[in-house]
């Protein structure tokens, strides 16, 4: 910023008071150029050591989740230990887990913008990352804990205008084209008046 | 008409080019097939005896028995008949050239048979479908039974498809072909036809056959040195060797229980573990059902030394071990004997009065029962029973005590049966030692499993220079077996029986040997050289001389359209009891000491699901739990408390039981009730060559051997047996662990005097009953008894919904006003035998899932029955768990009219139909499990695994094997269920006989989706298809009573299921929804279930010097000391103190009707 030339006399424009001039955001009148360098030298720099340190554990974490999800899926739901009358143990408890993990970030956030801590950008901005992150961590515990292919569908419903306050029938026709089941596949071994 | 049927039989099975041929008629004319039948060419005989066409049954090479398999598939299919709707729509489907009459497609037919057992047969009617038997029923028209079974019945079909079973001819244990084993037979009926049969044993099982009789009289004929023994592990002919002895004639006891008021049983599981069980159930809960209130009750007493069925549901139990119950039946026998004054009868007093009572016993018991025995109104009435466990003289002394009382000829009958010309198996190891045995032929029996340890079995029998074995398994009998035959199921075989009330009843077969099983008639007939050899020509010749008809050939239809001979019961012969020779069998007994901790005595028993062993590789019998023990997979080590203190030793502890020398390795089950210082042993696990499901040794056996330490001088119970802990512990798979009510009013009981001073008792358990809350506002016609809804169901809401002018506004109904079903169970005449768990685990596909899906809780048997001990709950006396009461119930869903399970559904996969059921979409439900944690009852099994597509060996965590990393038959197990995802992952060979086994009226569950009891609405929806059709226009679409019958209903044998039209005030389940004993579980809950219970009612005596623990159930005791409320006390002194205004001195049903008027 700054001031470029203008047309209108000094005095026509008024003057900021001073109690309400800005710092300005960048000091030593840097040039664009600077700013560049610096900011896109973040991604263009060599990643630090620290980074992949942190970066290789997670990525393996998530391959594993991937791969015991698949496991979940091919294999079946008991594979969780769930029995009756305990139907749900592992899946319920993460997901309440994870969903009490997203409502402290928010309440985080919320606190400090109620309070009006001007200082709290950086610190708002991770703790919303952390609940937008652990609420989908919490999404997939409603996504698998039917351990069924066709779970994802439970938190995506298909316009399906028959259906009124309950979810539709993810295998009928009018929903979905791309599940991994022939639709009609799982009960084909029944009085056999359809063939 | 039966050659019809006979050779759709034949045609159905064997769908090839040329239809095998038919049996012509006797009479008439004749029709040929061909000019080589005409002619009788040596070609066309050889045709004729081959089960199947050149080519198919010639595979020498080991993998031909698959191909053969699948070749059997290929020819179903190409029959378009078994399972063409399991299969896709792609594959062809060919229609008959030529329909066989009366057939339609998809329309199950009946035929009736019978199962032949150790000594009868229960008789059948058995549904098949395009030619397969898939489920075994009662027949309903046999004079002596009511259409029920028994668990081993239902359960028999799985056998029939099982792919462990004998599938080829072996020599030597190498495949041979069913010509070379025939040509050996014939070689063996030759050799021994030339020396008069000197050197051949054969060794049988008991058999009931008239046509076994027969050809064995026959061969006897032929072949006079030919030598025949019989074994049978139970040893279940005692009692005919017994009232033989007692009578001077070869004689049987026939029980007819219902004619009965008082029974006492000496060791007797008359309703659990003896033979012919289902139908003494029938009759005991006959005199249980209570169902007017003019009838009266019978009275049931057990002597015995194990847990029994029988113990549980006896009024009274006298807890004594199994070799002291002798003592206590010579003590009744005296007294009995005493009362009666029969001069004649002296000498056996004089032998009884020398047997004292064994410490422990209270002789008041055995006074006390006898006086009961000996009331003049119980004349005639009252019979004792002795169980097959207990010595000869025990039986005697039995039939004596029946004598004595006037009850025979009415309580019980002695049917003349003939005596079994055979040795036993201790007689036949001595000839084999003596090496005077050259060729010995088993015929079903598996020695080597079965025989007692102290034979040697195995090395015994390769004494015979050839063995030839008849089997249905290739099972520990098989290694010794120079040549092995398989053996045909009963439902493959033709054959016949007499069941134990002397009706010939004919075994005809559904569909033709799919391994080209023999039977034991056709092996005899053929050792004996008979030209007749084809059982089917065997039996029709019995038949001739059993019936003496003039018509054969409509007598003939008829045996196989009723199933049985109208007319042929034996009649029972009037007796007398030749008292000496009973003195003489009673004074060898001699009293055997009581056991100690020192010395254990260790009792045999036959298990109640697996029998004697024959069971071990039927899934469903080996997943059932034990009835008193619940437990599954698996057999334990039965002590008592005071035994398990004493040494010890805890639940699942390992130890080691030695008995003779001989040594078992097995876990503790403490188990309530058993007698002191007693280790029981179930029979019929621990299997080292079972199949898939029993094992096959090298540790993954099911259970332990108890045969490895059974002593052939004492088989059912030996003493001395000492246990020493091994310090490990083993896993059981119980399915019941709590076996307490806690007080909660589960199972409502009284004891008969109460129940007929308070009939309404079972109501007022219920909270909102009068009895506790006279402050609710009631329910409009309810008698009181429920408590006014808060809001309003939401079919009702529509229903009752008025338009303007007070018409009901257009649309449907939501309820049905032709059908509203409704179940009532009553809890008197059950006596928990399971049978109902097995049926409708045949009916409705349901999956076994093997012993570890079973720890972790995930069983999928829609029936539970749910067995509770009572008189535990006192912490302070540990003493009441040695005696306790134990009721069972069972539990299904109860199809609640506010179903909590519906409400929570989140795709409406558990809905309400209009006639009251609570249905399931299998095809909505995507296995949010949200159902089953909302249901109170816990009723709804979760398919966690593909249980139906996944072999057992799959299913065994808490790291499961995923398809996406194993792979069967060569290929990713991910692409075989992409390709045909009703198979699997099974492997192909076992799927092709497996899914033979199912319903094809009822889905096969995947995973992932909730299932439970659905009334069987199969059966429902068939019979209002047969009813609309039949009215046509008459619109009378109203199912009557009668019509149809629920799996589990039709299997009871005690009659306490009962389903029905609730819209039809004639139907029995209306009548019983009315009755006083009537009750809901958790009716607090206001789930208004369709299914209800009756209470249970107790009948003890109160002469009894035990009657004083037992004045009141102990479930009801319990009830009182935890709610502090007394169900037959004036409900103004209930104890919550809402008195309400002028209810004093009321009834409660008087002042429960009063505020129902408000």
Known sequence: ?195 | LESERFSKLLCLSSMKTIPPPCPEPETGLKYWRSLDQLAETPEFRQWVEREFPAGASEFTDPVGRRHFVKIMGASFLLGGLGLTGCRRPEEKILPFSKLPEGYVHGVAQYYATARPTRTGAVPLVVKSHEGRPTKVEGNPEHPEHNGSTDLFTQASILNLYDPDRAQRFAKGGNTATREEGLDFLGLVSRKFRANNGAGLAILMEPSASPSRDRVLQDLQKALPQARFYAHDPLDVDTARRAASQTFGQSVAPYYRLDKANVVVTLDADILGSEEDQYRLIRGFSKGRKLETKESSMNRLYAVEGLMTLTGVNADHRLRVATSQVAAVAAALGAEVIKASGNSAAQPLADALAKIALPAGVNPKWVQECAKDLVKAENKGKAVVVAGHRQPLAVHVIAQAINSALGSVGSAVEFKPVPAAPAGSLTELAQSLNAGSVDTLVVLGVNPAYTAPADLEWSTTQRKAKNVVRLGYYEDESFAGSDWHLPAAHYLESWGDARTSDGTYVPVQPLIEPMFGGLTEIEVLARLAGSSVVRPHDIVRETFRTVSGASNLDGAWKKLLHDGFLTGSAASSSSLAVNFTAAAGVVSSLTPSPAPSEQSLEVVFYRDYSLDDGRYNNNGWLQELPDPITKLTWDNAILISRKTATALKVANRDVVEVTLGGRKVTGPILVQPGLADNTVALALGYGREKSGRVGGNGKGNSVGFNAYAIRPSAAPHSASGAKITPLGSTFALAITQEHGSMEGRPIIREANLEDAVKHPTFARNFDLDSPHHSAHIEKEEGTDGRLAKRLYKNAYAEYDDKKGPGGAKPPGPMLHSDVHQWGMSVDLSSCVGCATCVVACQSENNIPIVGKDQVTRNREMHWIRIDRYYSGAMEQSAPEMIDEPQAVTQPMFCLHCENAPCESVCPVNATVHDEEGLNVMAYNRCVGTRYCSNNCPYKVRRFNFFDYNKRPLEQLKGPFYKTPALDSTDGEWDVLRWLKSPEKGYRPEQEWELLKLAKNPNVSVRMRGVMEKCTYCVQRIEEAKISQKVKARASGDVQVPEGTFQTACQQACPADAIVFGNLLDPNSRVSKLKKHERDYSVLGFLDTRPRTTYLAKVRNPNPAMPDYDRIKQPLTLKEYTETSHSDPFADHAEGGHGHQPAGGHGQPASAQGEKKGAH
């Not at chain 1, 029995?83 to 309440?96: E, G, H, L, S, Y």
């Not at chain 1, 399906?160 to 979905?176: D, E, L, Y």
């Open chain 1, 1 to 195: 910023m700054g001031h470029d030339a203008t047309t209108l006399p000094a005095s026509a424009v008024p003057r900021t008071p001073k109690e309400l001039e800005r710092e300005p955001l960048v000091l030593n009148q840097r040039s664009l150029g600077w700013i560049s360098d610096a900011v896109a030298g973040i991604g263009e720099g060599k990643t630090p050591k620290w980074w992949w340190a942190l970066f290789i554990p997670s990525v393996l974490l998530a391959t594993f989740m991937f791969s015991l999800i698949g496991y979940l899926m091919f294999t079946g739901v008991g594979v969780w230990g769930l029995q009756v009358p305990v139907a749900w143990a592992w899946d319920i408890t993460n997901f309440v887990f994870w969903i009490g993990i997203g409502h402290a970030g928010t309440l985080i956030s919320a606190i400090l913008f109620l309070l009006r801590q001007k200082w709290r950008t950086s610190i708002n901005r991770a703790a919303e990352a952390m609940t937008i992150f652990a609420v989908m961590c919490a999404g997939i515990y409603p996504v698998v804990h039917t351990s069924d292919a066709s779970g994802w569908r439970l938190v995506v419903p298909d316009p399906c205008p028959t259906a009124n306050a309950i979810w539709p029938q993810f295998r009928s026709r009018c929903s979905g084209t791309c599940s991994p089941y022939r639709p009609t596949s799982r009960f084909r071994c029944s009085s056999g008046t359809s063939a």
